[in-house]
């Protein structure tokens, strides 16, 4: 984020109110012009502390979790082609994810004082990072139809217990015909046989079509977190 937006950023992943005044320190300290800060949206001591602070509010993330013990695989359109990533893919699938994250309601577009394209980078750049780096995902499917990449779903093994679904996108001209569901489908089959016994999915609070789909599929909400920005100037 410092490279892409020109201003040192940083990151906190759990804000409490017992840690608040620290990270503001260390922000200070450090030059920091630009936080990203997330805390637990049932902490409400903590967002009121960081709202007195100057944070302000940009999205709230649900986990969504699915138990695998007694899943049992869906079926999905028989014209739909989901299969493991090759390298050829790659170029697509960044095509994809900035087709996708153009005008999402994410934190980063949803900030006015940030470029908007730039937004849209950190999405196709994690994509690609997805596709080429076994750190950042250890899995990724895509989608065809009548031979054209479609879609693509980035899936992290977090433990030896837990998977989750990273990164996703769909080509903004064909949704609604299924392809996010299959990919939901292909990965817990993906994740059942790795042997996890669980898989976390997030997604944005307002993006019910997302949550829908998953908890038809035995996901239910887990857990859920408010993003913060603070601009330090």
Not at 195 to 221: D, E, M, P
Request: proline fraction near 4%; charge should be neutral; aromatic fraction near 10%.
């Amino acid at each position: 984020d410092t490279d892409r937006f020109g201003v040192i950023s940083a990151r906190a992943k759990l804000v409490t109110v017992d840690v608040l005044p620290e990270i503001n320190a260390f922000c200070v300290d450090n030059g920091v012009k630009f936080l990203i800060a997330r805390c637990s949206t049932s902490d409400i001591k903590a967002i009121h502390a960081m709202e007195a602070s100057g944070y302000q509010l940009m999205d709230t993330l649900v986990y969504l979790q699915n138990d695998l013990k007694d899943y049992i695989p869906a079926t999905y359109p028989s014209e739909l082609s989901i299969k493991p990533l090759k390298p050829g893919d790659i170029p697509d699938v960044i095509e994809i994810a900035k087709e996708s994250f153009t005008a999402y309601k994410g934190h980063y577009h949803v900030d006015p004082r940030l470029d908007p394209a730039k937004a849209t980078e950190v999405y196709s750049s994690w994509a690609e990072r997805c596709c080429t780096d076994s750190t950042v995902a250890n899995h990724v499917l895509v989608a065809k139809l009548d031979g054209e990449l479609v879609g693509f779903r980035a899936i992290r093994i977090n433990t030896s217990e837990q998977a989750e679904f990273i990164l996703a996108g769909v080509a903004p001209g064909m949704r609604r015909r299924g392809i996010y569901r299959a990919f939901v489908i292909e990965g817990l089959s993906w994740c059942k046989a790795a042997g996890v016994t669980h898989v976390l999915n997030s997604t944005l609070l307002i993006n019910t079509t997302v949550q829908k789909v998953c908890t038809k599929l035995g996901f239910y909400a887990l857990e859920s977190f408010h993003t913060f920005h603070k601009w330090f100037d």
